[in-house]
């Protein structure tokens, strides 16, 4: 009876964070298996609407005051779903509570089934997914796994050849959330049309026992986060490679340097590799991970690894720096671009009868407390085997509140790094990212640095859409000129930052946003590029060159991108 009230208590704890099955894992003071308790929820999650209903009718909460609205659901699902049916003793109180109504549960299940006009249990699971989606409005995105193929180690073929030979191809998104149950376990994918190399899979599909995780050979990276160094690197092949030094400034855990290693590797087919990125991050302990990922992707021929070093205390017209042609900054920054882990389901609970004066008006109760006085919880559009967290699963959990200060702070940094950036004497592409949603760290920071003396004294502008590589010019998202409502994403007349960029200029700029079929979190990026490496006008002795030191790093926890390592 342990497995019940475990169940309840994962399903009522407040939110700390991390994936449901880490939550549970590492709950303390479960008494049955981590295991049993996921299966349980996981399955009677996906009845919660039908079994809801049934409790109701067959009205044992009324009858059985032992039952919560929690507890009564995972028993009646065990009752009429499971094999085994509820997991105690014969004689155990609970048990009774739930079988003395056998027949009227039973009555209630049937006419669920005939209503919906189902022939079979089966059918009625599928109708059920159907309809939870449809109120949840997950119909119409899904969240996948995104999997890029590191060239250093393999090629798309080679990986379609062996890792995904048991996949089957859908040709939309859409397309890995079948109709049927269980769209996790299946063994779909999806090419993606806008970045090369980069396939989705279900969320739920797990690689990391695979032999291409561990070595290497895929890497588990979200779409949005792909932009940046595709962006910079383009679709250049063997015939026309990119020519010169690359630095990423911000660059742990790792994500974008490697990227960019894997982008090189495929345009130096035939060529020795040699140390071409200048890769840094001013946290060592991030550092670390830096290297560890580089090591694992191969990249050690091609990366050079700064530990600890602030990009901002770097001199640019040091020698070492003299073939720097392109440089990717994708500084800290709020994070509101995440999408919550938080993928626990949110059960629809069964309401005792009460009262009509007393009785709640409005939908179902969602799962998050058991206690039968509490209001109405907002429908959340979270269901098992989604997760609102899915695209970036690379990165940490935003605080989800807004504080003006710290994103005025946010966006004096991030200008400050980039505008470092554009000063690096042979440098003719830059890009700029964030996985902030926010205007003020995103087309803000580019009018602004648009304007700024070495912008102007360099020549840099805005990689315009029509020069992009091709997958990205592909990309319908542009840049804002007001910041949208978190909620509904419309662009909001009370907007306090107004983006001062010309139309061609929010062209340029791409934008990823959460809660679209695109399924992606919300994401910002931006290529400056110039024509020529001559300075318009003499460029004054840089004052800032080792400037680091007056602003501070993000915590390490606070950071957007995480790496999910090779082998867990
Ligand atoms: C969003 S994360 C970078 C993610 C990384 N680009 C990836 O794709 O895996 C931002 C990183 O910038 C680093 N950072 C912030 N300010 C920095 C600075 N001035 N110099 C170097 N690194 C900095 C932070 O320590 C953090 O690791």
């Known amino acids: ?55 109701e009718k067959a009205d044992i909460l009324s009858l059985e005051r032992k039952l919560s609205p929690a507890l009564a659901l995972l028993l009646v699902y065990d009752h009429l779903l499971s094999k085994k049916g509820i997991a105690a003793p014969a004689a155990h109180p609970l048990r009774q509570a739930v079988e003395r109504h056998k027949v009227r549960l039973k009555a209630e299940f049937t006419k669920a089934r005939v209503r919906r006009g189902c022939a079979s249990v089966e059918q009625l699971k599928a109708a059920v997914l159907r309809e939870k989606r449809e109120a949840d409005g997950t119909n119409q995105f899904v969240y996948p796994r995104w999997v890029r193929v590191n060239n250093i180690r393999s090629t798309l073929e080679d990986q379609l050849r062996t890792t995904f030979a048991q996949y089957e191809r859908v040709d939309t998104l859409a397309g890995l959330a079948p109709e049927v149950d269980d769209r996790t376990k299946q063994k779909l994918l999806y090419m993606d049309p806008n970045i090369p190399d980069l396939v989705a899979v279900p969320f739920g599909a ?28 383009g679709d250049r092949g063997p015939k026309d490679p990119w020519e010169g030094d690359l630095v990423d400034g911000c660059a742990a855990p790792g994500n974008k340097t490697t990227h960019m290693a894997s982008l090189l590797a495929k345009q130096q087919k035939q060529k020795k590799p040699r140390k071409q990125i200048i890769s840094m991050d001013a946290s060592r302990v991030r550092s670390k991970t830096l290297q560890k990922m580089v090591s694992l992707a191969g990249a050690d021929p091609t990366v050079t690894v700064l530990q600890g070093q602030d990009f901002l205390a770097l001199d640019p017209m040091d020698s070492q720096f003299e073939n720097v042609t392109g440089l990717l900054l994708d500084p800290s920054c709020s994070g509101s671009g995440i999408v919550g882990r938080d993928d626990v389901p949110q059960l629809t609970l069964p309401q005792p009868k009460v009262p009509k004066s007393s009785k709640p008006q ?79 760290e995103n087309e803000a920071v580019v009018a602004r640095l648009l304007a700024s003396d070495v912008a102007k004294e360099r020549g840099w502008r805005l990689l315009r859409r029509d020069e992009q590589p091709e ?98």
């Not at 969602?366 to 429908?379: F, L, S, Y």
């Not at 700029?509 to 001559?534: A, I, N």
Request: aromatic content about 8%; charged content about 30%.
């Open 1 to 55: 009876m342990s497995l019940y009230f475990d169940a309840v208590a994962i399903l009522t704890a407040p939110s700390t964070g991390g994936s449901f099955k880490s939550r549970i894992y590492s709950a303390r003071n479960l008494r049955a298996s981590p295991a049993q308790i996921y299966a349980l929820i996981t399955e009677a999650s996906k009845w919660d609407i039908v079994l809801a209903d049934v409790i």
């Open 206 to 233: 797990d690689f990391t026992s695979s032999p291409a995780y561990k070595n290497g050979e895929i890497i588990l990276q979200d779409k949005a986060s792909c932009f940046p160094a595709y962006l910079l690197l």
């Open 362 to 440: 409005g939908k179902k109760r969602k799962r998050g407390t058991d206690d039968r006085d509490h209001p109405e919880e907002p429908q959340s559009k979270v269901t098992v085997g989604e997760t609102s967290a899915a695209p970036s699963d690379e990165n940490d959990i935003p605080s989800g509140t807004v504080d003006h200060d710290r994103l005025t702070k946010l966006s004096n940094l991030q200008a400050r790094i980039v505008e470092h950036a554009l000063k690096f004497p042979s440098a003719t592409h830059v890009t700029y990212s964030t996985c902030s949603i926010h205007l003020i």
């Open 471 to 568: 997958g990205l010019r592909r990309w319908k998202h542009r840049g804002v000129r007001r910041d949208r409502d978190i909620e509904t994403g419309v662009e909001s007349d009370e907007s306090e930052a107004v983006a001062a960029l010309s139309e061609d200029d929010l062209e340029a700029c791409l934008r990823c946003w959460s809660g679209d079929s695109e399924g992606l979190g919300g994401f910002f990026v931006v290529g400056f590029v110039r024509d020529s490496q001559e300075d318009r006008v003499l460029v004054k002795e840089d004052s800032d060159a080792g400037e680091g030191g007056d602003h501070t790093v993000e915590d390490d926890d606070d950071e957007g991108e995480e790496w999910e390592g090779f082998s867990e």
